[in-house]
């Protein structure tokens, strides 16, 4: 009897487990990935060494961008599907676990797929890994002054630093289908210009010298560093040597990356110039760094994790020594490497983030984990996950706030506006409005999945 009632038992649990899998296929078949994850997540605590489980929860984490998750559920995955080293390798890549995607997309490369699309992409990644292998071992550890989101049409009015160091405008031009940077910069003697313009459809650098009050012939900067890639967003340091510029060329982790030479007056050109690494560069567009050393200040531009038409300014201290992150933790090292973890210069606290800046702690109230653990403040959070989550709600939150308050004046202002006014100010309130309860729910939805991660963290501790 007792036997019967265990096959019983396990036919149930059998078929449970089945139906469970076929509905983590479904949500997963119909986009729901965070659904789909967790199913897959119970399902693997009873069966952790499955490999479709182990590939179907890694698939998910992909969809999901947590490259983190997925790199670790495709290794688990083992070797069973062909697919397996091209997720494993772009997830690492994503990750910036450069070391331990070498192999795995090499292994696709050499693998049988047929596929040729997916097997440049895995040769383009590779030189990308090569790159980002050597440059995870210096990662700089800076401290933030500021930083700001800006039109990228006129950044340049954002950066503020001193005339001693010169002048830089900027120009937009069509290029193809996008828009891109003439840049020139002036020194602060106007006898000197170094700038980007054109050449067969790409940016490339020139210099030009002043002569009895007029500008001469512009040559092009260094046959070293114009390349068949785009090099732009020139800057020359006031020794007249050291120059820093963006190229999206071999050595760029993707789009353009911060380059910096020094011109050798031997050879009469620049030397091979050095990549200037992590966290300043990304696989996203990364550009203009502008070094004022009497401000002990640093500039520079970036798109990453902004809508097109947008980027982030990020000013930093500039200490008279270079300081780098020494640590064994992958995923701090991640952190800090993305600028998702850095120091305010001011406070020298250190703070985690997507975002750009720190909210306030007077913006907090008690945070309401569950009926016995409450917080005071978000860096009481255990999980980094759940305190990127909810730092990134309060900063919706003071995001709606000033778009109330945008709805408010503008209230004010039909009910004295001119007739032909009145329209005007009418379209941008039905646009603001909805605006504004979307960010709502956005927010509440944003910090319920903040807590919904720091209960699983605590749970599976």
């Not at 009015?157 to 289908?177: M, P, R």
């Not at 982790?253 to 091979?272: E, N, P, V």
Request: charged share 25%; with cysteine.
């Amino acid at each position: 009897m007792k036997q019967i009632l265990l096959i019983f038992f396990l036919a149930i649990s059998i078929m449970s487990s089945a139906q469970t899998a076929a509905e983590a296929e479904r949500l997963f078949n119909s986009k729901q990935y965070q659904k789909s994850l967790s199913i897959y997540e119970q399902l693997l605590k009873r069966r952790s060494s499955d490999a479709l489980l182990n590939y179907k929860a890694a698939r998910s984490a992909y969809e999901l961008g947590d490259y983190f998750a997925a790199a670790h559920y495709f290794e688990k995955s083992g070797n069973k599907y062909s697919l397996t080293p091209y997720y494993l390798g772009e997830s690492l890549i994503l990750s910036y676990q450069f070391e331990k995607a070498i192999p795995a997309l090499q292994a696709f490369i050499d693998g049988k797929s047929t596929d040729e699309t997916k097997r440049t992409y895995c040769t383009e990644l590779l030189k990308k890994a090569e790159v980002g292998r050597k440059l995870m071992k210096r990662v700089q550890d800076i401290a933030i002054i500021d930083s700001s989101i800006v039109n990228k049409a006129d950044f340049l009015k954002f950066y503020k630093f001193s005339a001693d160091l010169g002048s830089i405008t900027q120009q937009q031009v069509k290029l193809g289908k996008k828009n891109g940077d003439k840049i020139s910069f002036v020194t602060q003697r106007d006898d000197r210009k170094c700038f980007s313009d054109t050449t067969n459809g790409n940016f490339n650098l020139y210099s030009s010298y002043k002569l009895m009050g007029k500008w001469g012939a512009s040559s092009s900067l260094s046959a070293t560093l114009n390349t068949s890639a785009n090099e732009n967003y020139p800057f020359l340091m006031p020794d007249g040597i050291t120059l820093y510029y963006a190229s999206d060329g071999e050595n760029s982790l993707g789009g353009y990356d911060i380059f910096m030479t020094r011109y050798q007056a031997s050879s009469k050109d620049f030397l091979s110039p050095d990549n200037v690494g992590f966290p300043f560069n990304s696989e996203a567009n990364d550009y203009m760094m502008v070094l004022d050393e009497l401000q002990k200040t640093g500039w520079f531009a970036t798109d990453r994790n902004q809508p097109t038409g947008k980027i982030a300014i990020y000013s930093f201290q500039l200490n008279d020594e270079k300081s780098y992150l020494s640590t064994t933790d992958s995923v701090e090292l991640y952190q800090v490497a993305k600028l998702q973890k850095f120091k305010l210069a001011k406070s020298k606290k250190t703070i985690t983030t997507t975002k750009l800046t720190k909210p306030s702690s007077k913006q907090l109230a008690n945070i309401i984990i569950n009926d016995s653990i409450q917080y005071a403040d978000v860096s009481e959070f255990k999980s980094v996950k759940a305190q990127v989550a909810f730092n990134e709600a309060l900063l919706m939150e003071q995001e709606l706030k000033e778009l109330k308050q945008l709805i408010d004046d503008s209230r004010k202002a039909y009910a004295t506006a001119e007739t032909t006014q009145k329209q005007a100010l009418a379209e941008k309130l039905n646009q603001l409005e909805p605006l504004s309860i979307q960010l709502q729910k956005d927010v509440f939805n944003k910090k319920k999945d903040a807590i919904n991660q720091e209960q699983k963290f605590l749970e599976n501790r």
